[in-house]
């Protein structure tokens, strides 16, 4: 094959794939307020419309077994962007199973910034319970998200929420905890993992803000990409986390200096 | 061991109840014993109560071993009370019940007609009590043993000739009692000379409805059909009464003599038809029709002034979340569906309670600022070992679930104390950790009665994001 006709077998190509990707792209431009911004610099720019859809199912796992509960973090840190529409305030959360890491506790969601009294939270004793729940919430279009932990799903449930999201323009968040399982019908897909926090700005010795690793595995319309952040609950926002405080160096003298003022406050 | 009951054939062979089973055995070795089981006796004889719920709303069970049922207007809809009387018994003998009644003006009297008659089906025109029930033994009039042992040798065997006497004589031997059954009280009952209570099975509805199948239905899509049509009536008489269901109860009966009961709740009054109706098909997914079923009873179990109401503007989001709320909870039982609500208790694991759907929202101010608290909180805090490096210092490794956690940040600690104004509270003192491992995974710890003496106990109460 020569270098002109795969330059034009590359062009058909693109065509095809820019006909299958318009009838989206045209449904989001048509209306401006069915993007739905998180607001995170490093990574709104790889989403179509710097925005997530909102008419979406959205999933997100964390990259290790013990980064789930950051995995929940992160998604009640994304709807907290989310602004109400139409009286739209309650947020159903399902679970399913009795969790191995405990329950949603509505302390720890103030603490992120939200509102515990905008939740409904919903016990199921399965996934597929879980899945029937999500999907009842999100055809009630009467809810601002739906929010479900499950332990895995297949393909076509995964689309089956999707459309019954886009029908009602409410956004579905699933966390996996089946790591990203390959076939998923997600508008995007997360992984999140837990980073080392810097302190707290008025306690040394303390944690400071949640910070993550996020990777935006997949996009649809948009494209891959990831970026560290720190969720700040105060200001509602997502900060960038700059790539230098974690050189080996000054974590140890970090810890040294942790160790150091514990041992002087406590002797 | 002694003999409960017995059946026909036993008692032809001389079997009689009280009899002791060697005895009996004596008398007929081929017979069979089977142990005696009141609590299901009684239980099998509420579900026969609850069966007669076609024949009438009021039902009652008489003792251990008979039905009290109020026809008073019902007998009409079977032809008449002699019909009725027919019908009753025709069903019952179709179960193989060896069944006896009685049908009266007054209860007692029923009782009595059924208990103590000479035929086994009983039926005393109104205005003729007296007649019916001059020839039956003393003992038909439910009073106490003493009374009716004392009556007999008075030489008053019938209670003809107990009527026949003045009523201050049979005063003075016999006066009433608190209990009720004085031998004059509970003549006055059996004559309708005084009121007799009956507390049915089930209480008198005042929203009930009633389908009859002519032929019966051996399909759910059938039952769904007739579903439709019970609950416009349903939904109408409560329109006319401006009023809504909170909570409805459909029973159905079947050919075989079983009744099946479905409940389901609504989270505020309704009376739209097409969300209760949909409430209910959920529940009639778990109906095995059997041999079919040959009726139907709705029945509004609890009702609510629900006035008309204005159309929205906001495009009834509060209404389609209730009816949400509602569907989740007629699938996943009532419990499934909550809201979390601040109690004010300082304990974290009482510090939040989940609410009913049915309760009102609490307001956000409701949880006031305290330290951060995780995302994730265990119902039961889970068990540590963890090394601190001085006895009240930050902990700085910990092992849960056999896994260790080197700490890499800490902060803390929060004293959480018993609650001394709380009567019941038995909590120890408590000492939370906020602690950050050197993979960023943040944790709540807490070490218990920090200032009792002995081994230190740590627990992990939850998990940060």
Known sequence: MDKNSRLVALAALRQRISALERPMQTRVSAEPDTAWLPGIKTLDGALPLHG???????????????????AVAFLAALLQRLSRRDGRETILVCESGAGRSGRLYGWGWRDLGGNPTELLMVRARHDKEALWIMEEGLRS???????????????????RLSLAAQESMTPALLLRDD??????????????????SAHDSLDICAPGAPRWRLGLVRCRGGRPARGDVEWHHETGAFRVVAALGHRPAAAAADQQRTLRSALLRTG | MVLTAVDQRAEQAGLLPGMRLVDARALAA????????????????TRLGLWCGRFTPRVACDGTDGLLLDVTGCS?????EPAMVQTVSKRLDGFGLEVRLGLADTRGAARALARFAPECRRTVPPGNLREALDPLPVEALGVMRDDALTLRHLGLTTIGAITRLPRTALLRRFPSCKAGNGLLQRLDRILGDRNEHLSPLIPPPAYRWRLDFAEPVMHREGLETALVDVMARATAALKRDHRGARRLVLWCFGIDGSVTEHTVAASRPTRDADHLRRLLVGELE??????????????AASVEPLAARQLLLDDGQQDHLDLLIDRLAARLGAGAVRRPVATGHRFPEQAERLAGPGEAPASPSSYPDLPPRPLRLFERPEPLQVIALIPDGPPRLFIWRRVRFRIARAAGPERIAPEWWAPDSCQATRDYWRVEDTDGHRYWLYRADPRGDGVPRWFLHGLYG
Do not use: K
């Open chain 1, 141 to 159: 279009a009467a809810l601002a998200a739906v929010f479900a932990a499950i332990r895995s799903t297949g393909f076509t449930m995964t689309r």
């Open chain 2, 30 to 45: 081929g017979v069979a014993v089977e142990t005696a089981d009141p609590a299901a006796d009684q239980q099998a004889l």
């Open chain 2, 76 to 80: 009409h809809l079977f032809g008449g």
């Open chain 2, 286 to 299: 778990t109906v095995d029709p059997g041999f079919g079923i040959d009726a139907i009873v709705l029945h």
């Open chain 1, 52 to 70: 997530l859809t909102l008419g979406a199912l959205h999933e997100a796992a964390g990259a290790a077994d013990t980064d789930g509960p950051s």
């Open chain 1, 179 to 196: 790591g990203l399982a390959p076939t998923s019908a997600a508008a995007t897909r997360w992984l999140v993992r837990t980073l080392p």
